[in-house]
């Protein structure tokens, strides 16, 4: 997939890859303006497009971003995530058949279904 990047995608890719959390564009920005990239309109074009193609999602209560480790994920509207309050680690749910429960639910309350961001708060195994 990287090879079909700009350089700025592939350099912020390449840093929420090394991170072990979350990181804000600000954040991302700061780690990698040496290899050029000096505007966070730079940063957030590249996420944008990150995001796009599944690569990238967003953590919205953290304002913050996570490289997907799932190999040609789906999950570019809907997501749904596991998060540590302890050490902030970010675990990526991926049930395919979440929609369909939501949806389901959904139903039950005359509420159409149509995309969900998910996120459950609570402590991982290793600060437990």
Known sequence: MESHLTNNQKIVLQTLEKSEQPLGAYSILFNIEKKGIKSPQQVYRALDKLIEIG??????SLNSY??????????????????CQECQKVFEVVENNLPDELSKLSRKSNFKYSTHNLEIFGVCKACG
Request: proline residues 0%.
């Open 55 to 60: 690569a990238v999602h967003k953590i919205e």
């Open 66 to 83: 996570i490289a997907c480790k799932h190999e040609n994920c789906k999950a570019r509207e809907s997501t749904s995530f596991l998060i």
